[in-house]
């Protein structure tokens, strides 16, 4: 009923930027919370940031200060931009979201909404 599709990872040097994109579609009537996890290699996945509908921000230590998270309500849709990018933030990154959907007449919130996931990969 609700589909995360994240796009704009990819392959950059260290100290250089991405933006990626998470769009969410589907029957939806409002979306809660969105998030950004990543997962590396050999890790467990992590929280990197997260925004509320009324647009507070919380950010893991480790992106604090390089990374902002947004969101345009209207589009459905969040943003990470990642500047000063480091080999550490190497990661596939994976959008979340907290969303209450429409089914047969009916609404249902769901906080196991995911996206596929984007390769992020930062070269020393």
């Known amino acids: 009923q609700v589909q995360l599709v994240e796009s704009g990872g990819g392959l950059v040097q260290a100290g250089g930027s991405l933006r990626l994109s998470c769009v969410a579609s589907g029957s939806i009537r409002s979306i809660n919370a969105m998030d950004w996890y990543r997962q590396a290699p050999g890790k467990q996945r992590e929280l990197v940031a997260a925004?509320?509908?009324?647009?507070?921000?919380n950010y893991a230590d480790s992106v604090k200060g390089r990374f902002t998270i947004s969101r345009d309500n209207a589009k459905n849709t969040a943003y990470l931009q990642m500047n000063s990018l480091k080999p550490e933030d190497t990661a596939v990154y994976s959008c979340h979201a907290d969303v209450t959907y429409y089914k047969n007449g009916y609404y249902f919130t769901t906080r196991d909404c995911w996206g596929q996931g984007t390769q992020v990969t930062v070269s020393s």
């Open positions: 925004i509320t509908s009324g647009g507070t921000t």
